[in-house]
């Protein structure tokens, strides 16, 4: 695995938006000016790197790909028909749903590490300075 320099950091970042859009490597190497067997190294020879772009890139389009249909859905919401009307709102609740859920996993997941971590002693002063009762598990 290679360090790319700085010129190299530009291809990489410009060849990782367009695999995560699904240009083909052929389709990347004719934008970039360079041979497609060229391009299609890059992930192996830069795995460090090009993992990092390419997960960027990855979520950028999701973000986008979740907007829009997003988008897509609150118009729906708008038409005569009752069942599009009810489709749509059914996608868009289940996907609040999925997100809040998402992000709630992460918070507890990010509480019990931190609690995880705590020593015998700040779970005490934790205790004595809640209103709440908190009662510690023994771990084994």
């Given at each position: ?5 700085p010129?190299m ?5 410009a060849?990782?938006?367009?695999r995560a ?6 389709n990347i190497?004719?934008?970039l ?20 772009l ?10 986008e ?8 859905l ?19 609740l289940a996907?609040?749903?999925r ?36 009662q ?5």
């Amino acid at each position: 695995m290679s360090v790319p320099g700085p010129e190299m950091s530009r291809l990489l970042a410009a060849a990782a938006e367009m695999r995560a859009t699904g240009k083909s490597w052929e389709n990347i190497a004719a934008r970039l000016h360079r041979a497609a067997d060229t391009c299609r190294r890059w992930p192996r020879r830069f795995a460090v790197t090009w993992n990092e772009l390419y997960r960027t890139a990855e979520q950028r389009q999701m973000a986008e790909a979740r907007a829009e249909a997003t988008s897509v859905l609150r118009t729906n919401l708008r038409l005569e028909d009752a069942k599009q009307k009810s489709d749509a709102a059914k996608a868009l609740l289940a996907a609040a749903i999925r997100d809040r859920d998402r992000k709630q996993d992460k918070s507890s997941e990010t509480s019990t590490t931190v609690i995880i971590r705590l020593s015998h002693e700040e779970i005490h002063d934790m205790r004595s300075t809640t209103d709440s009762p908190f009662q510690p598990e023994t771990v084994a």
